[in-house]
């Protein structure tokens, strides 16, 4: 496999990198995630403030689905962005059981009353489930038509859905498959990534630390020593290397959403790169998509 491109993501007016969706505008490279929020009442106000933190240093792709927190998430996010909802770019999805035509209509109006929004940004479709793709396609097109949404996506989605996808009237305006990335899961650097650059789909990495798994690790520490960073924010410009892969690292605590922010400035050298290499070796042949 060819080398992986290094940092050169196109820059916002606020100096964040950017990455272009197929229909030309771009978003932030690095946003927040939200799986886990909205579990405990306890730790509300600490989500909403990590959320609104992020927001301040540019983290303004929020990343939510209606199955977080059993719709909880959305109404954090809907508390995190108010006053400054114009300023962020919402993602949501909507579960593989609700994804019919009618379904994926209902399931969008619920998440936005949530969201306190009349419009979701981006919506996916969280994984494949039992209802035919020409289905969910079709409520995402009304919902499209209804101003709902903007733009319609998909998640865990590996080559064979996305060509199943692509082949369907109107399945090239996918604007992104959200997917699990990191040094731990490089598996869709041996076909789904390159099939998805080619046809001008970025990626949108989930679990980019791992959940937490990779913060011990021997290798990523030595690596951020020599940065004198921690070991999420090496994982983190690991996986933001690529300016055309947006990263979505989930925080709810102030200090590491502005150690996240942070791991825009690192730029990882090429030695840097030759021990996570050998450390989390790229697959050598394809294979299927994990997910989390
Ligand atoms: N489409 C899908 O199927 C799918 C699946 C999984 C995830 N996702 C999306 O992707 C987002 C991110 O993935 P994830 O939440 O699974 O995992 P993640 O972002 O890799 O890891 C989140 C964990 O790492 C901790 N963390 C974050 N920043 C840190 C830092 N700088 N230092 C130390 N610890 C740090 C968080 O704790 P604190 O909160 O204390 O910082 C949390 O425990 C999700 O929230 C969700 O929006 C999508």
Not at 76 to 102: H, M, Q, W, Y
Not at 168 to 192: F, K, P, S
Not at 275 to 284: G, I, N, T
């Amino acid at each position: 496999m060819p080398p992986l491109p290094i940092w050169s993501s196109a820059m916002s007016e606020f100096s964040h990198p950017t990455v272009r969706l197929p229909s030309g505008e771009r978003v932030p490279q690095l946003g927040q995630g939200t799986w886990g929020m909205g579990e405990s009442v306890r730790m509300r106000k600490d989500e909403v403030a990590a959320l609104r933190l992020g927001i301040d240093l540019g983290l303004t792709l929020i990343d939510t689905a209606e199955m977080y927190g059993d719709g909880v998430a959305e109404e954090i996010v809907a508390e995190a962005v108010e006053g400054r909802r114009d300023e962020c770019f919402i993602v949501s999805k909507v579960l593989p059981e609700n994804s019919t035509r009618a379904g994926t209509i209902a399931a969008c109006e619920r998440s936005l009353r949530r969201l306190k929004a009349d419009r979701i940004d981006l919506y996916l479709l969280h994984w494949r489930g039992r209802p035919r793709l020409e289905e969910t396609l079709s409520g995402f097109e009304a919902l499209s038509d209804a101003g709902a949404i903007r733009y319609w996506g998909v998640s865990n989605f590996d080559i064979k859905d996305m060509e199943e996808l692509c082949a369907l009237e109107g399945g090239t305006a996918c604007a992104t498959n959200q997917v699990l990335y990191n040094l731990r899961r490089r598996g869709i650097e041996a076909g789904l990534l390159s099939w998805c650059r080619g046809r001008g789909i970025p990626i949108m990495a989930y679990s980019p630390i791992e959940q937490g798994r990779l913060l011990r690790d021997r290798v990523l520490t030595a690596v951020a020593i020599r940065h004198r960073a921690t070991t999420a924010q090496i994982a983190l410009a690991w996986a933001l290397r690529q300016p055309d892969m947006m990263v979505i690292p989930k925080s709810a605590t102030l200090e590491h959403v502005r150690e996240n922010r942070a791991a825009l400035d690192i730029r990882l050298t090429d030695q840097d790169l030759a021990e996570l290499d050998r450390a989390f070796p790229p697959p050598k042949r394809p294979r299927p998509l994990e997910l989390l």
